[in-house]
């Protein structure tokens, strides 16, 4: 029987229009019960970023790593001695599982982290949200669209809280850049010039741990998921970005993070076309992946062609000249997402707009919201404000059972964008969308990915 301090609660709950069972409602924030949250897959990401953006956070609003699932017996050792070391957890009861079969079987994990191989992390969101876990997932969301269509649909039929890496989406000066094309003071978007470019040979590998990883030490065959089954290759086990279909490489990795912004701000779920070209032009070290990279996408509404705009997305892994850059251009001037600057750049100036008996339509200067922070592209750069308040977004809407930045159709949106480039990519021909069959197209005829 409820007592009467239970009742008001749950009567102030439906004059909300909302309804929650007794384990729901211990997730509201302000509630004494403890978010407990596993870590699937111990990763450098996790190791650099996640955790220690999670652990800014964790004691405010009660949260604690009780387990981490890997699939390699040096990682699960690892992961217990680094958050250990970092005073991230202080007992004993921290627990090592072989796999997520074992995570889920245990009664202690209400969340879990996800940051495994590329092209896992779908799968692994949809085991989770099945076995009725909250899920903080990387990006890419998919690498498939097989895999992307299958996440989804967990997470939608599971009523779970998801919450894709896609930072961006909870960093201020994105939400004012957002806020301001949406107000219609930008005018129609034109163009968008994307780069990401770095001069690492390294990047991406792990030449010392592919020496001394062994088959026996972790499970290459569950490893695997649902790729063909080949012979053991450590390499493509620590550096699967590099080889396809683990990870397409430059468009899973980074253009998914910029991709999104297009749809996020123009309001398109995914391109109408795109082409792509690139090459392993520099670093010969038997990878399959490109390590230049350019893709040029049409965005609009599938029954107006004559309405839109061109996104270039170019990035190389040879040279860093141009670094991270995301130009939004208008008529009227630019956005630089750089610098955090409005401004009447390139707009339509008084001479040319006089010749045509036009009116000149130049943007009014002014500066984005930003913490300050410029966008760095090493994925090791510890509790950075975009992951951090990313984060706490997941885990504060773990609590109240809001919808996160970042949901689950996000990444699938951004997993079509980086699958159509990568296709396009590897086949040289031009790729649509059919967005009312949701299959991704190539010289007529549906591309099986």
């Known amino acids: 029987m409820e007592n009467r301090r239970d009742f008001i609660k749950k009567s102030a709950l439906a004059g909300l229009g909302m309804s929650f069972s007794a384990a729901s409602y211990a997730r509201i924030l302000g509630s004494a019960d403890r978010v407990r949250v596993g870590i699937v897959g111990f990763s450098d990401r996790f190791r650099g970023a996640l955790a220690p953006s999670f652990a800014s956070h964790a004691k405010e609003l009660n949260f604690e790593f009780v387990a981490v699932s890997d699939l390699w017996s040096r990682r699960r050792d690892e992961a217990e001695a680094y958050l250990k070391g970092k005073g991230f957890i202080g007992n004993d009861n921290f627990a090592k599982c072989r796999n997520n079969d074992e995570l889920y079987d245990r009664k202690d994990v209400d969340a879990v982290i996800i940051s495994t191989a590329d092209f896992q992390h779908a ?40 919450q894709v890496g896609s930072q961006r989406r909870s960093t201020p ?84 993070h910029q991709i999104d912004t297009v749809h996020w701000f123009s309001g398109y779920d ?34 107006d062609k004559s309405k839109g705009f061109q996104v270039l997305y170019s990035s190389r892994m040879n040279n860093e000249a141009g670094g991270t850059k995301e130009l939004y251009y208008s008529n009227g001037g630019m956005i630089n997402l750089d610098t955090n600057k409005i401004s009447s750049e390139g707009g339509l100036e008084a001479k040319a707009a006089a010749e045509m008996g036009m009116k000149p339509n130049l943007l009014a200067a002014q500066s984005l919201a930003t913490t300050g922070e410029k966008q760095v592209t090493s994925a090791n750069t510890g509790a950075d404000p975009m992951t951090s308040a990313h984060m706490r977004n997941w885990m504060e809407c773990v609590r109240s059972r809001k919808e996160p930045n970042a949901p689950a159709k996000v990444g699938y949106n951004h997993s079509v964008a980086s699958i159509m480039s990568t296709i396009a990519y590897q086949t040289g021909e031009r790729v649509t969308f059919d967005n009312a069959k949701q299959e991704i197209m190539a010289s007529g005829k549906t591309v099986k990915v």
């Not at 994105?174 to 780069?195: H, L, P, R």
């Open 173 to 256: 000066n994105y939400w004012a850049a957002n806020e301001y094309i949406k107000s219609g003071k930008f005018g129609d978007i034109t163009m968008v010039e994307m780069t990401w470019n770095v001069n690492q040979p390294g990047r991406w590998r792990r030449a010392k741990l592919v020496s001394e990883i062994k088959k026996e030490e972790t499970d290459w065959k569950r490893y695997l998921m649902n790729r063909p089954m080949v012979e053991w290759d450590p390499r493509k086990y620590l550096e699967f970005r590099l080889f396809y279909p683990y990870s397409s490489g430059i468009p899973g990795q980074w253009m998914s």
């Open 270 to 303: 995914h391109p109408r076309s795109v082409v792509a070209n690139g090459g392993i032009y520099v670093w010969k070290d038997g990878r399959v992946n490109p390590d230049t990279f350019t893709a040029v996408f049409d965005y609009g509404p599938d029954d």
């Open 123 to 162: 799968l692994h969101c949809a085991e989770a949200v099945d076995a009725g876990r909250d899920v903080y997932v990387e990006k890419p969301f998919a690498e498939s669209l097989e895999d992307a269509r299958k996440a989804l649909k967990a997470v939608e039929k599971s009523k779970k809280i998801v």
